[in-house]
Nanobody, 115 residues
């Protein structure tokens, strides 16, 4: 059974930083491209960052230059460093492989950017 467990979210002021972590079990993530996704109520989940097996990265325009995705294959973990956070970054953040395994979404971690 595959499980993704996200952590590291919280309440932060605009301009602040957070580092999200995603630990996986039941699958060896090193053989997959991985992604961080986010969702706000009433909107579709969107992919905001991805890292390939060879550690090439891609970002949504909205987070380019502010977010950094990385992976530690030895720990089966993926990270998302988020800097210069904006109120519009408020969402529940999830990790998954890319393309996502739709049956294996975790609980996500809430990120709220507010003063």
């Amino acid at each position: 059974q595959v499980q993704f467990v996200e952590s590291g979210g919280g309440l932060v002021q605009p301009g602040g930083s957070l580092r999200l972590s995603c630990a996986a079990s039941g699958a060896i993530l090193s053989i997959y491209a991985m992604g961080w996704y986010r969702q706000v109520p009433g909107k579709q989940r969107e992919l905001v960052a991805r890292v390939t097996r060879s550690r090439n990265t891609n970002y949504a325009d909205s987070v380019q230059g502010r977010f950094t995705i990385s992976r530690d294959n030895a720990k089966n973990t993926v990270y998302l460093q988020m800097n210069s956070l904006k109120p519009e970054d408020t969402a529940v953040y999830y990790c998954n492989v890319d393309p996502a395994w739709v049956d294996y979404w975790g609980q996500g971690t809430q990120v709220t950017v507010s003063s």
